[in-house]
């Protein structure tokens, strides 16, 4: 199984990326603010994964931007 991650600028545009899967008969859902940060905070993990520590700025950093998107 293959995921695919697609971010949109507003709901219309969401709903027909939605409409289009499930008319291919893929599972498609809209992530919620949570479940986002979880992803980007997991990514930045497996990126430095042979590293011994993620700096604490990195981290930082991105939970702003998750936060600065939520509005």
Do not use: Y
Request: a positive charge.
């Amino acid at each position: 199984m293959s995921t695919i991650v697609i971010n949109v600028d507003d709901s219309s545009s969401a709903k027909l990326f939605l409409d289009l899967a499930r008319k291919l008969h893929f599972e498609a859902k809209v992530l919620t603010d949570a479940q986002k940060e979880d992803w980007a905070l997991l990514s930045m993990m497996g990126a430095r994964k042979d590293e011994p520590s993620v700096p604490i700025g990195d981290t930082l950093d991105i939970l702003k931007k998750v936060k600065s998107k939520k509005g």
